[in-house]
């Protein structure tokens, strides 16, 4: 994915490579977080969400993308076993509910045919 990325160019956009669970970056400093085919491979998701959460400015925003519904990930997962067999998205209104629990307020959220897109901002005192 870095790899990819490199290849465009924005000026206010700096590429970390780094685990979810331990995101080397001050509190309160990033506009977004683009969570792209990935969320399903993440270690320990409830401290990646708390990371996320505090990375993020008071009005910073979480998409949550997969370029598949969640069924079709799954699906897919299974289908290649070892090592992902085991990383599957939940239900897709139980993962509405985890990041509510997390203080995020759900602005758009679809499970279509093709794709699962979540778009969430965080809520800070």
Do not use: W
Not at 41 to 51: V, Y
Not at 66 to 81: C, L, M, P, R
Not at 98 to 104: A, V
């Amino acid at each position: 994915m870095l790899k990819y990325a490199r290849r465009f160019r924005y000026p206010r956009l700096e590429l970390i490579h780094s685990f979810c669970e331990d995101i080397p970056l001050d509190s309160g400093t990033i506009d977004a977080v683009v969570i792209n085919d990935t969320f399903p491979h993440f270690n320990d998701r409830k401290i990646a969400l708390q990371e996320i959460r505090r990375v993020l400015k008071k009005a910073g925003y979480l998409y949550l993308i997969h370029t598949s519904n969640s069924k079709k990930v799954n699906q897919t997962h299974q289908e290649i076993g070892d090592p992902v067999e085991k990383d599957l998205l939940p239900p897709f209104e139980e993962l509405v509910s985890i990041l509510e629990n997390f203080q995020f307020h759900v602005k758009t959220a679809r499970d279509t045919e093709n794709h699962l897109f979540i778009k969430a901002r965080i809520l800070k005192d």
